[in-house]
């Protein structure tokens, strides 16, 4: 049994799976059911002035079959009065002392905004604040969320004003929806930030109905951009987490979410630099219990790799991330097809044929038998035809020789000479 | 399969393959597709079908998540048997049949995603559980059945002592000796039985109870005992030439297809199994995989009234064995030197169903038929153990034990009684899942039991 425990900034928890800001934290029943079914944390539905939400809210992509791939939504923060939300807040706390509750928040670009609604949530108990910076939509048009979000000095600013009263560490919620998110990780950084949390939703349209020529979803005949996030929405959260943890300069923890959805996404979001992860969109689809094998995977995930403490993931791929420049030019890896486990469906072929470098040649052995063979000499490595291959095992890409005299050489590297060498 | 229909010798390399595991495994692609093809449902039907109430969406869930430890240990705390249930359950009748996919598409394959995460425990020799602090309480069990196995783990993890005392040299109960290896192979049900020894039960093979131990010195040595003994042999038909060279009891004759050794060759042979039970078709398949030339099921009823599961039928029926409904046995014929040479049946007819709804059959008057067979195999049930329940002094109906529904005690205190020794008369059901149920609650409740009495006594 290895140990879940965490700290985000000095806010613990008993595993490292938290609630994001969402629906499944807008009350204290469902909160406390999610402690009961196991959640370490909750970052409760991001609380400020009262607002109105609209009907029919949320919309989701199925791809394939595979329901849920991305899920879309146009709804705002809390609309549940203030002082409800604080008293729930207070009452869960009381019955779940060792659990983290962070309080989210959304206020005008105001000095005394801020300050007010911190010292209120903080007077409840709560174990931390996390500034939503992020929301896409409706709040952003009346100046809060992602537009204060995207501009870095309103995100220093309100931060600081944070900062001059908090008590409780201070999470800086991020928007993705900005060219490149360390310019605001870092002014949220020098806002005094104690961590920032990645990522909030991305603007998105989750479809067109072909029938009515509605939007989807409508609200009475009309849409508005809404935000995405769920499993389609990883790669690009995983990289906004690495991009941050690298940087000597954004020197805080994150706290990392966007398409967590099993144990397994979160030890990636952890490997790559999150002190812990928050999760929204799997809880919608499935309820709390999927925390239970969360847990468990992760558990044994840790056992199997002997590893005592969750913590000791932390960062550990992440100097393995760097720039491209840095990537070594003369490395090469090479599709190899094991005829015994191909089925022949020609896949490979038909992809680097028409989409790639025309290497897997569609060949007969003496018996007359289909087979595919890749020409390794011509193979760039692009991994095309093992990502379009349907069976396991079937192709495998092999690190092949090096060419001969060739040693490891990066873009940088070869600039760096090129130019001592008085060459353009 | 090898068969030899037209041949007259099968070679021990086929009868080998031929009981072999015949349901091959999911490859891993198929599981994970098949894992991500669950709805997950809350409050899910499957659940509440399986009798050892495994949390099947759970179990399901890990696999798609790749937690594969989690998925065995979800689905063996629920079943000590689960590796064994995956492959003889009658999915169809349980969790399968309760998908709710079945009115959308088709089921989950619960069973075979349920082989792949136990395949996958046996395969890395996973220990899943540990056993608890020693308690010093020192329980008795007779038989090492799914029933026996599954008391014993867990009063093992609630940290009891316990003793099974096993009649055959090998634990495991009908999983091991009686259920065909082309559906069950002997290393599933090992594997069960090693779990639950390593949890430091003690098994004491070759011991009869009744013979080696008494049932007194039992109830005498240990602070509780569970009766988990099965059922007996298959009785006598009551018809002349049953003591003929080639009459057989379907239980014996299954037992030794699973010894391995093959001493058995039916090349040429033509049998004939009494009985449309499980049993029964087991025999039949066993004796087409030995090369028997020809195979009948001889049963005085019809294809409606057969016991035997609707997938064991279909299974019968694809290798090759005929039916004979509506042929009552009535004599066996022998040569001179004792072997059989033919079977005499008479037929029957359907008259107006009896009170317990079924319809009757009677003899048709002269109309008998000799089936040309040099093998009987009587699959017509399995004898009751009045000898032992008797020796333990509990109350029986016609050798079925009378229980209380939810502790599985006996009308005597500190004895319980699991499994197929308490089936029967409308109680209980004769499946390895159920054995392994009622195991489990037979357990706690003998836990509840000695652990009220030591915070009295303390
Ligand atoms: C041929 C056949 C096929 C079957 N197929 C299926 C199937 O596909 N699916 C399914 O769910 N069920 C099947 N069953 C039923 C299933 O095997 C039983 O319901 C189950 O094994 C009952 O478990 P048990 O532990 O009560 O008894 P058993 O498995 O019979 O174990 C009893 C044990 O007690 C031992 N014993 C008996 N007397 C004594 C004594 N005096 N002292 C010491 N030890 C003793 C025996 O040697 C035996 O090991 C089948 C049964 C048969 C016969
Ligand atoms: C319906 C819905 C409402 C949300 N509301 C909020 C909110 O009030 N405050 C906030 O900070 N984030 C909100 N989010 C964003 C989530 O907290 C989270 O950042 C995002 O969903 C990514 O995680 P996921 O992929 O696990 O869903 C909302 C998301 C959804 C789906
Ligand atoms: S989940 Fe369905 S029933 Fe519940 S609020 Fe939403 S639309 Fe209504």
Known sequence: MANLETSLAGIRSPNPFWLASAPPTNSGYQVQRAFEAGWGGAVWKTLGDPILNVSSRFAATSFNGQAVAGFNNIELITDRPLEVNLREIEETKIKYPNHAIIASLMVEPNQEKWHEIVKMVEAVGVDGLELNFGCPHGMAERGMGAASGQVPELVKQQTAWVKEVAQTPVIVKLTPNITDITFTAKAAVEGGADAVSMINTINSLAGVDLDSWNTVPNVAGKGAHGGYCGPAVKPIALNMVAECARRPDINVPISGMGGVSSWKEAAEFMLMGASNVQVCTAAMHHGFRIVEDMIDGLNNYLDEKQIGSVAELVGKTVPKYSDWGELDLNYRVVAQIDTETCINCNKCHIACEDTSHQCIDMLKDEQGNDFLQVREDDCVGCNLCSIVCPVDGAIEMVEAPRKTGEEPMTWNERQSLVSMMGVK | ?458
């Open chain 2, 1 to 458: 399969m090898a068969t030899n229909q037209s041949e007259a010798w099968i070679s021990v390399e086929d009868i080998k393959a031929n009981f072999t595991e015949a349901h091959p495994a999911l490859k891993q692609k198929d599981a994970v597709d098949e894992a991500n093809r669950c709805l997950y449902c809350y409050d899910a039907p499957c659940i509440t079908a399986c009798p050892t109430d495994i949390d099947i969406p759970a179990f399901i869930k890990k696999i798609a998540s790749g937690n594969m430890k989690g998925s065995a240990v979800t689905i063996m705390d629920a079943n000590p048997s689960g590796a064994s249930c995956a492959r003889v359950c009658p999915t169809e009748e349980l969790c399968e049949g309760a998908c709710v996919l079945n009115h959308a598409s088709t089921p989950i394959m619960i069973g075979d995603l349920q082989r792949y995460a136990t395949d996958w425990a046996i395969k890395n020799e996973q220990v899943l559980f540990k056993k608890g602090e020693d308690t010093k309480q020192h329980i008795a069990i007779v038989g090492s059945g799914p029933a026996g196995l599954s008391a014993a783990r867990e009063l093992a993890r609630f940290g009891h002592r316990v003793t099974i005392y096993e009649a055959s040299a090998e634990a495991g109960g009908l999983n091991t000796y009686g259920i065909v290896s082309f559906r069950l192979p002997k290393e599933i049900p090992a594997w069960e039985v090693k779990q639950v020894k390593d949890l430091g039960v003690e098994i004491k093979t070759n011991t009869i109870v009744g013979k080696d131990i008494s049932a007194a010195e039992l109830t005498e040595q240990y602070h509780a005992v569970i009766i988990a003994a099965g059922m007996g042999k298959v009785p006598t038909l009551g018809i002349d030439g049953e003591e003929l060279e080639g009459v057989r009891d379907a239980i014996e004759f299954v037992k030794m297809t699973k010894s391995g050794k093959w001493e058995e060759n039916l090349s040429g042979k033509k049998v004939a199994v009494i009985g449309a039970g499980n049993t029964a078709v087991d025999a039949a398949t066993c004796s087409v995989r030995l090369g028997a030339e020809n195979v009948k099921m001889v049963y005085r009823r019809t294809e409606k009234e057969m016991t035997a599961y609707a997938f064991e039928y279909e299974f019968a029926k694809q290798d090759g064995i005929e039916f004979k409904w509506l042929s009552a046995p009535a004599k066996i014929e022998g040569n001179s030197s004792g072997e059989v040479t033919g079977l005499l049946v008479n037929k029957m007819k359907l008259e107006a169903a009896g009170e317990d709804g079924r319809q009757k059959v009677k003899a048709i008057e002269g109309a008998t038929e000799t089936l040309d067979v040099d093998l009987v195999i009587k699959a017509i049930g399995q004898e009751r153990l009045n000898p032992l329940i008797e020796a333990f002094e509990v109350t029986h109906s016609d050798g079925v034990i009378q229980i209380d529904e939810t502790t599985y005690a006996t009308s005597k205190t500190g004895v319980y009684a699991i499994g197929d020794i308490i089936f029967g008369k409308g109680q209980g059901e004769a499946m390895v899942v159920s054995a392994a149920q009622q195991g489990k609650k037979a357990a706690w409740a003998i836990h509840s039991e000695l652990t009220e009495n030591a915070v009295h006594s303390a």
